[in-house]
């Protein structure tokens, strides 16, 4: 053992990330709502444990369930392209999803399921503390944008905690099968740099 004049007690960095990778234990193993039962790998997240941006998917797909790991299929590839787009690495930010298990046949997470998986989500911002939150899709949206509809307010930035304020954006799969959100997606991002700045 180390003996350093914290000897005994965790540094509060070491308490912080001891802390988010207990909850992703948690997360892997959760029995909390039915989308365990069919589930192959339930899927924390990723990514810096010091991140600036946290992205917030919808839930797990077919190649996320099989990986144990967020964005992984085409809307991952797309997603990566459009972080490497803003000068950033995909291992700069964290990405995770609203439901951390996939749901049968990539139907939509239903609303007990959203509230049983919540938790797990609130304590990773909490735990991140990142400058931007970015929501992806409606699901995600609806967190911190509740009752808006996405074709209207992606694009807007809305203080959510002290120092830390929400951008709302399209799916990536969305993105990817509809040429104009695309646009949009692309277009959104570019507001990331400077909501970076002054952090
Ligand atoms: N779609 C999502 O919403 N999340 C993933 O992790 C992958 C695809
Ligand atoms: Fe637990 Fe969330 Fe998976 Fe449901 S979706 S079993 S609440 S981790």
Known sequence: MDQTPESGALS?????VQTILRLEKDV???TRCRLCDGRIHAVPGEGSYSPQIVFVGEGPGAAEDRQGRPFVGRSGRFLDGMIE????????????N???CRPPDNRDPRPDEIVACSDYLERQIELLAPRVVVTLGRYSMQRWFPGERITRIHGQVKEIAPGRVALAMYHPAAALRNPQWREAFAADMQKLPGLLEGK
């Open 85 to 96: 787009g803003i000068g950033l690495r995909r291992e700069d930010v964290f990405i995770t």
């Open 12 to 16: 509060n960095e070491d308490g912080r």
């Open 28 to 30: 892997r193993s959760c």
């Open 98 to 100: 609203v439901v951390k």
